[in-house]
């Protein structure tokens, strides 16, 4: 809600100018939606998606949009809520403010709708954790018929009529 509500005020004074810079950020979350995490791996793919749209809205206008993905932030407050976790992976603030500032200066004027990564080393991916869902089912073909049934179905086949599903006259 915050990057709605600072991009929507600070939108029509960068029109005006015919300049401006919005930098947002997301999460990694956002990306990989890790399991038990769903309301904020939401909130942070829909940052993903408000920087996008307000690229295409805002680009015309010389406006540039872009949003940092960092992994879990290393701050005190992360480490006292996660205290059995590994921080040594985790992103250090100043470095997402570096790739901000980058992206907010000319030298980043070229990156427009960029979700740029920040992590403190090689992102080291999750392993799957097992799935509760049922597969999915073959988009092709039906499911067989269960044992000693017939796959033809009453009014299919050759000769016939009306709808899918009716019965042939």
């Known amino acids: 809600r915050t990057a709605v509500a600072m991009s929507r005020a600070t939108a029509p004074g960068m029109i005006a100018r015919g300049d401006g810079v919005i930098v947002s950020v997301a999460s990694q979350a ?9 309301a904020y791996a939401a909130s942070k793919a829909a940052i993903v998606v408000l920087t996008r749209t307000l690229q295409a809205e805002l680009g015309e206008h010389g406006i540039r949009v872009n949003a940092v993905v ?4 290393d701050t ?12 040594s992976a985790w992103t250090g603030p100043e470095r ?21 990564p920040v992590y403190r080393r090689g992102l080291v991916r999750r392993a799957a954790a097992p799935s509760t869902r049922r597969p999915a089912r073959p988009r092709a073909g039906r499911r067989p018929p269960p044992p000693g049934r017939s796959a033809r179905r009453p009014g299919s086949g050759p000769g016939r009529r ?6 042939s006259r």
């Not at 992360?78 to 921080?87: G, K, Q, V, W």
């Not at 009306?162 to 019965?167: D, K, M, N, S």
């Open 70 to 73: 960092p992994t879990t932030i």
């Open 96 to 116: 997402i403010a570096e790739v901000i500032a980058w992206l907010a200066s000319d030298a980043g004027r070229t990156v427009r709708g960029g979700l740029i």
């Open 76 to 87: 005190p407050a992360n480490r006292e809520a996660m205290p059995d976790a590994d921080p």
């Open 30 to 38: 956002a990306l990989d939606a890790p399991a038990g995490l769903a």
């Open 162 to 167: 009306g709808r899918p599903g009716e019965p």
